[in-house]
């Protein structure tokens, strides 16, 4: 209970309810919905060729539409939304695990050899533009789903050891950093224990940015013919398929672009909403 003639404390907005994470985790949540969905059922299998239902526009029949071998626009896109998150979890995955470990070291060795060796290189590979050295990586490599997942993988390297390095030099800072040093602790384990779970969440933040930024360099490598490789469907590579028939069925692009714009747009919502939960200074300010 309050004192008379004093005011009841505002209750905090529950960041969940804001419009950027539920916009966010709405859309993204169709995306994964029909990534999982296409495991066991589409409507039609998407490689199957119908040539007599070519360029068919959309129907009951054909939810999207068929493209100009017959086979089912809808079913394409959903199991292209499943090889889109593989790669962006396999990309994201790589470069979050390497790249926060990374960071880590070099804020424990801070202004030392290590972290100006770290720093540098990340520097170095932040230079040159990302998808010219994806395209460069997977041109060396060879075009495949694998190949695409390292290329995008190391472009996210320096994203994330520069932040966690960020993060983890003002953790070191913290008074109980130096409680774990008079408890014995060596820097290994105050990494471990005190310094990775206050890292945690900014990372958790970027890691959703990234997802997003994986997705359109998959189409982008896709469109080109060095990512996912028929005939596994991929967004990129219908809208590939898709410029020819542009000016006669332009639902062949819209649909793909389309998938490829939502889940864009959702990661980056969904990031912006994560944000506002774990950096109280931007809760406080709204």
Do not use: C
């Not at 804001?18 to 709405?26: N, R, T």
């Not at 533009?129 to 495949?144: D, E, F, N």
């Not at 006669?248 to 490829?260: E, H």
Request: glycine share 10%.
């Amino acid at each position: 209970m309050t004192r008379a003639g004093a005011s009841a404390p505002v209750p905090a907005k529950r960041w969940w309810t804001g419009p950027s994470f539920l916009i966010g985790f709405a859309l993204t949540g169709v995306i994964v919905a029909g990534a999982l969905l296409s495991y066991v059922w589409t409507p039609y299998p998407p490689t199957q060729m119908m040539i007599l239902n070519r360029l068919k526009p959309p129907s009951a029949t054909n939810w999207f539409g068929t493209d100009q071998f017959g086979r089912d626009v809808f079913s394409m896109i959903m199991v292209g939304a499943r090889n889109s998150l593989a790669v962006g979890l396999g990309a994201v995955g790589f470069g979050l695990v390497l790249g926060t470990t990374l960071g880590l070291l070099a804020a424990i060795r801070r202004d030392g050899f290590l972290d100006n060796l770290i720093m540098r290189t990340a520097d170095f590979t932040h230079a040159f533009p990302a998808v010219l050295t994806a395209i460069m990586i997977t041109a060396i490599a060879g075009p495949g789903m694998l190949n695409a997942i390292v290329a995008i993988g190391i472009l996210n390297l320096p994203y994330f050891a520069r932040l966690a390095r960020g993060v983890a030099i003002q953790v070191w800072t913290r008074d109980y950093i130096q409680a774990a040093r008079a408890a014995g602790l060596d820097n290994v384990q105050i990494s471990v224990r005190h310094v990775l779970p206050n890292v945690a969440g900014v990372i958790v933040v970027q890691a959703t940015i990234q997802f997003a930024l994986a997705i359109l360099a998959e189409a982008g490598l896709s469109y080109l013919g060095l990512g996912t490789q028929p005939p596994n469907p991929s967004w990129g590579r219908m809208l590939n398929e898709a410029q020819t028939f542009m000016a006669v069925q332009p639902w062949l692009a819209i649909f793909p672009g389309a998938a490829i714009a939502i889940a864009v747009l959702g990661f980056n919502l969904l990031g912006d909403g994560l944000r506002d939960a774990i950096d109280p200074r931007l809760r406080r300010s709204r």
